[in-house]
């Protein structure tokens, strides 16, 4: 499906929860209780958490917009210097709305950003994804090589059991 990425602003914040929204109930059935994922939309997805992502820690967000619909239907969101490292980027956030996955949605907007890191001379793209989340499966396909698994508790309780992802993005 023909996608249309542009760089996302403080005005696409209601654009972003929408889809968030959407996506972040099905992604994570099985694996959050709804109370759960209520928490964690709020943690990432309030106007004021979106607004010091963007302004304050630098994601630079992408929204993906289906030619054919004119409707959005994938975000996604990288940091640059992870880390306080010119060569690696973190990649945050990747969803597609349910109805268009399976259909290279997430595959085109990952590459774009691959594309506009490489410009940028990043070198390596990091990520962290739940390790029961099916786009393990998707990260593997891409190219990504797992690094390590991690385990994060954050202050309500909520247990974040993780795979470190990389991939090499940029051959000297």
Do not use: C
């Amino acid at each position: 499906m023909p996608l249309r990425i542009h760089r996302a602003s403080i005005d696409d914040i209601p654009v972003i929860q929408y889809m968030a929204h959407i996506v972040w109930p099905v992604t994570f059935a099985g694996i959050f209780s709804q109370q759960e994922i209520d928490y964690m939309l709020e943690r990432e997805y309030s106007t004021m958490s979106l607004k010091r992502q963007i302004e304050e820690k630098r994601h630079v967000y992408l929204l993906g917009k289906s030619t054919i619909t004119e409707k959005y239907i994938a975000y996604a969101a990288y940091e640059l210097a992870f880390k306080q490292m010119d060569e690696v980027a973190k990649l945050h956030k990747i969803y597609v709305l349910p109805d268009y996955q399976g259909r290279g949605i997430g595959k085109n907007l990952l590459q774009s950003i691959e594309r506009m890191l490489r410009f940028k001379g990043v070198k390596r793209l990091t990520l962290n994804v739940h390790q029961q989340n099916k786009a393990v499966v998707f990260y593997e396909r891409m190219g990504f090589d797992l690094v390590k698994t991690v385990q994060k508790t954050l202050k309500n309780g909520l247990s974040l059991d993780d795979y470190v992802y990389e991939k090499a993005i940029f051959k000297v």
